[in-house]
């Protein structure tokens, strides 16, 4: 089993920069691909940014392209998403997640692993 935990999250202005952190647990870390995904209130949770086990493949949402910055250090068993020039429609619950899969994924059907979320508001 896998536990994930986020930190980083916080309220900041339009513009501004945050990094998030997803530590996991267990020593297959390297193993997982891991993905970012993001619940705004009344709206379903979404895809934004994956990496494969190696860090060789990335993708990300295209809402989020040129922004957002995901990476992974395999060593420390953690993953990033370094998020820079903020808008206020980023203001949702972002979630780390974990999948026993080949190759990064968009869907969250196929991540088994998930962490608690972290808040992140953007004040315009």
């Known amino acids: 089993q896998v536990q994930l935990v986020e930190s980083g999250g916080g309220l900041v202005q339009a513009g501004g920069s945050l990094r998030l952190s997803c530590a996991a647990s267990?020593?297959?870390?390297?193993?997982?691909?891991m993905g970012w995904f993001r619940q705004a209130p009344g709206k379903e949770r979404e895809f934004v940014a994956g990496?494969?086990?190696?860090?060789?493949?990335?993708n990300y949402a295209d809402s989020v392209k040129g922004r957002f910055t995901i990476s992974r250090d395999n060593a420390k068993n953690t993953v990033y998403l370094q998020m820079n020039s903020l808008k206020p429609e980023d203001t949702a619950v972002y979630y780390c997640?974990?999948?026993?899969?080949?190759?990064?994924?968009?869907?969250?059907?196929?991540?088994?692993?998930w962490g608690q979320g972290t808040q992140v508001t953007v004040s315009s």
């Open positions: 267990g020593r297959t870390f390297s193993r997982y691909v």
């Open positions: 990496i494969s086990a190696n860090g060789g493949n990335i």
């Open positions: 997640a974990s999948a026993t899969v080949a190759f990064t994924t968009a869907q969250a059907m196929r991540y088994n692993y």
